[in-house]
T-cell receptor, first 112, second 116 residues
Framework: EAGVAQSPRYKIIEKRQSVAFWCNPI?????LYWYQQILGQGPKLLIQ????????DSQLPKDRFSAERLKGVDSTLKIQPAKLEDSAVYLC??????????FGEGSRLTVL | AQKVTQAQTEISVVEKEDVTLDCVYE???????LFWYKQPPSGELVFLIR??????QNEISGRYSWNFQKSTSSFNFTITASQVVDSAVYFC?????????????FGRGTSLIVHP
């Protein structure tokens, strides 16, 4: 079974530039999550989708971050404009209903 | 609001020692779920275990065991006879159920270093 796919694995940008991350969840998983993990900290939920609807985006900085889940499958997370404090690993995870989360390898963002 | 506290930032042991990673949680939900994840240096979070709030039975899986005590809001994780490959950051997570799905809140993690 293929796991959660994320790209790119690494991205370096200047502050005020924009960046987009892509996630392809495990086939059949209804729920998709984006987490932000800053070095030395635990993952922090940014947004959760169930199918193509948003369940929770209370911690998403909506002035600069946006996310969508097209047709209830793939998802993209965009940051525009990026700030220095956005440097982190962005983790995508998916789960079946009432199941544990399966994580991708993450996308490491460095903002200079 | 949910909160997970992993008070141990880093633990260093020598191979074959037993080690316990502590996890204390706070929640107002009566039904909730607890998880442990492992994050090796490669970075991918690997699921280890999920328990629900109605099941306080301790669980053992090989060298891993988990002690869930609702009375103290703790869900501790013990590795017996640790090995170098156990070196990783371990996260405890808590989730209530919302609309049929989980929204896990993670602790800050405990970095375990196992020396040969």
């Amino acid at each position: 079974e293929a796991g959660v796919a994320q790209s790119p694995r690494y991205k370096i940008i200047e502050k005020r530039q924009s960046v987009a991350f892509w996630c392809n969840p495990i086939s059949g998983h209804a729920t998709l999550y984006w987490y932000q993990q800053i070095l030395g900290q635990g993952p922090k939920l940014l947004i959760q989708f169930q199918n193509n609807g948003v369940v929770d985006d209370s911690q998403l900085p909506k002035d600069r971050f946006s996310a969508e889940r097209l047709k209830g499958v793939d998802s993209t997370l965009k940051i525009q404009p990026a700030k220095l404090e956005d440097s982190a690993v962005y983790l995508c995870a998916s789960s079946p209903l009432k199941g544990e989360l399966f994580f991708g390898e993450g996308s490491r963002l460095t903002v200079l | 609001a949910q909160k997970v506290t992993q008070a141990q930032t880093e633990i260093s042991v020598v191979e074959k020692e037993d080690v316990t990673l502590d996890c204390v949680y706070e929640t107002r939900d009566t039904t909730y779920y607890l998880f442990w994840y492992k994050q090796p240096p490669s970075g991918e979070l690997v699921f280890l275990i999920r328990r629900n709030s109605f099941d306080e039975q301790n669980e053992i899986s090989g060298r891993y065991s988990w002690n869930f005590q609702k009375s103290t809001s703790s869900f501790n994780f013990t590795i017996t006879a640790s090995q170098v490959v156990d070196s990783a950051v371990y996260f405890c997570a808590l989730s209530g159920e919302r609309g049929g799905s989980y929204i896990p809140t993670f602790g800050r993690g405990t970095s375990l270093i196992v020396h040969p």
